[in-house]
């Protein structure tokens, strides 16, 4: 499809494990970003890409969270040793240049922490 | 520090009922954008709006309208003879003039609307 893709859709882990969600932006959209979603609660901002670069890592929480593009499109968010605390709705979206806020979701990564 | 309000945890209206959805923010930003999304069960946000800080002009789409009110931080948003396809959770946004796509979320509003 046309829109952004994000897998795995579901991910229940143990604490401890490591995991990777996966980000395929809209073609031709040099940004892109990272938020994370608590239940009921608001996205919550955790990086930005502008081309392979991270643009704006100040929403990482902490070092155990990790986002790489290496190639400009596709990224891929890394968590290592896994707290129960993280788990919520990863969602990412991409957006053209210039166009400010207009941001194009994903339908989000869902991790479970156990 | 940027922060946006939205006071209305839910909201359940009968159909064909006028429901505004109210936001406010705070921000020490002279340029910024304000935005509303929509969160359908699905999940996936979409967009609906955008409005910069210098553009106080309310604006009207079909049946959404928005009103931007510098004077009182305020960018309420107003659904007139909502249908049952409303139905979702609303989250107002703010973003600074330096990342603009670094989006300050509410914590949103469920409506729901019944038959």
């Known amino acids: 499809g046309a829109g952004v893709s994000q897998t795995p859709s579901n991910k229940v882990t143990e604490k401890g494990k490591y995991v990777e969600l996966r980000c395929d932006p809209i073609?031709?959209?040099?940004?892109l970003y990272w938020y994370r979603q608590s239940l009921g609660q608001g996205p919550e901002f955790l990086i930005y890409?502008?081309?392979?670069?991270?643009?704006?890592d100040s929403g990482l929480p902490n070092d155990r969270f990790f986002a790489v593009r290496p190639e400009g499109s596709v990224s891929t968010l890394k968590i290592q040793r896994t707290e129960r605390g993280d788990s919520a709705v990863y969602l990412c979206?991409?957006?053209?240049?210039?166009?400010?806020?207009?941001?194009?979701f994903g339908e989000g990564s869902r991790l479970t922490v156990l | 520090a940027q922060k946006v309000t939205q006071a209305q945890t839910e909201i359940s209206v009968v159909e064909k009922e006028d429901v505004t959805l109210d936001c406010v923010y705070e921000?020490?930003?002279?340029?910024?954008?304000l935005f509303w999304y929509k969160q359908p069960p699905s999940g996936e946000l979409v967009f609906l709006i955008r409005?910069?800080?210098?553009?106080?002009q309310n604006e009207i789409s079909g049946r959404y309208s928005w009103n931007f009110q510098k004077s009182t931080s305020s960018f309420n948003f107003t659904i007139t003879a909502s249908q049952v396809v409303d139905s979702a959770v609303y989250f107002c946004?703010?973003?600074?003039?330096?990342?603009?796509?670094?989006?300050?979320f509410g914590q949103g509003t469920t409506l729901q609307v019944k038959p």
């Open positions: 979206a991409s957006s053209l240049p210039g166009v400010a806020g207009e941001l194009f």
């Open positions: 073609s031709g959209h040099t940004a």
């Open positions: 921000t020490r930003d002279t340029t910024y954008y």
């Open positions: 409005r910069n800080s210098f553009d106080e």
């Open positions: 946004a703010l973003t600074g003039s330096g990342n603009t796509g670094k989006l300050i």
């Open positions: 890409f502008q081309g392979t670069g991270a643009a704006d």
